[in-house]
């Protein structure tokens, strides 16, 4: 599933996406269901970056809803010029949903990148 994509001031590759359960949604029946993406994220730019500014969501293909997510796996924190790190970001979506664009943001106001992603 590797992608890479230049965002502003970041080189982005999707590693892997994949449902998960965590205690609070492993429930029988339960309407919502946890997915995770694992990122590695370098920061391309001649300057300290923040990752925390970036912005992540799934846009589910079939309604158009959108779901917020969070980066977790770094430290939170300045990134150096030229350096990386692994993340996972993680959303909670409606169980019978599969078929997502995962959209990033930053905060430059450059257009989205995207990338299509199934569960």
């Known amino acids: 599933m590797k992608k890479v994509a230049a965002a502003y001031t970041w080189s982005l590759t999707v590693d892997s996406g994949v449902s998960h359960t965590s205690l609070f949604l492993n429930v029988p029946d339960s309407p919502v269901k946890g997915v995770a993406v694992n990122v590695t994220v370098k ?12 912005q992540w969501a799934l846009i589910d293909k079939s ?5 917020t997510g969070t ?37 430059a106001g450059v257009d989205p990148v995207t990338w299509d992603i199934r569960f």
Request: charged share 10%; no cysteine; glycine share 8%.
């Open 63 to 67: 309604t158009g809803e959108t779901y």
């Open 71 to 107: 980066m977790h796996g770094f430290v939170n924190g300045a990134i150096l010029a030229g350096n990386s790190f692994d993340a996972t970001i993680d959303f909670q979506v409606p169980t019978y949903s599969n078929d997502f664009t995962l959209t990033l943001t930053s905060p």
């Open 43 to 54: 920061n391309v730019s001649n300057e300290i970056q923040f990752p925390d500014t970036l």
